[in-house]
């Protein structure tokens, strides 16, 4: 994929806006309905806000670091690389949602959880906010970030954007059918 960074920096900031617009209309519903569950083995939308907590905690800090650590400058285009772009089009929700393995650290099945995790969702949602403003700096393709799942695989910056994103709003959609 080969894009124009800018347009990129602008869809993952669309993206992101309207993730924080929807989870925070969810603070206005009762606990019940964003406790229940369709079966034992699905997550309740807040063990979905949970999921995508935990990614936040490990993704926000990395990328925030590399940021900080670069001393390239801005690049007209960002061309991703094969497996970051694998990553980030597995990650997005499809017509009928496709399940995932996670890792056992990263799911929230059965966890106890409260309305608190959508405030730390929203301040992470925020902070996305300025790691792609701030990203507007930087080269998309020459930096690279470590990756939740091994520190041996490092992805280009651009693609890293791509798959947290793209991860949360396929969580956003499964909370949306976990609300119904």
């Known amino acids: 994929m080969k894009i124009a960074s800018h347009q990129l920096l602008n869809e993952l900031t669309d993206l992101t806006n309207q993730h924080l617009f929807y989870i925070q209309q969810l603070q206005s519903l009762p606990d019940q309905a964003l406790t229940q569950k369709a079966s034992v083995t699905s997550w309740s939308a807040l063990e979905c806000i949970e999921h995508l907590n935990r990614y936040g905690n490990f993704y926000l800090p990395e990328i925030s670091k590399r940021i900080m650590e670069t001393r390239t400058n801005a690049a007209p285009v960002f061309k991703s690389g094969w497996l970051g772009n694998y990553f980030a089009n597995s990650m997005l929700p499809k017509e009928k949602l496709n399940k995932m393995k996670?890792?056992?650290?990263?799911?929230?099945?059965?966890?106890?959880?409260?309305?608190?995790?959508?405030?730390?969702?929203?301040?992470?949602?925020?902070?996305?906010?300025?790691?792609?403003?701030?990203?507007?700096?930087?080269?998309?393709?020459?930096?690279?970030t470590s990756i939740s799942i091994s520190s041996l695989i490092r992805l280009k910056l651009g693609d890293t954007l791509r798959v947290v994103i793209y991860h949360n709003e396929r969580h956003v959609k499964q909370i949306e059918k976990a609300i119904q």
């Open 102 to 144: 996670t890792f056992a650290a990263m799911n929230p099945l059965n966890s106890n959880v409260d309305r608190a995790v959508i405030n730390t969702f929203i301040l992470q949602l925020q902070t996305m906010l300025d790691l792609l403003q701030q990203c507007r700096n930087v080269n998309l393709s020459t930096i690279k």
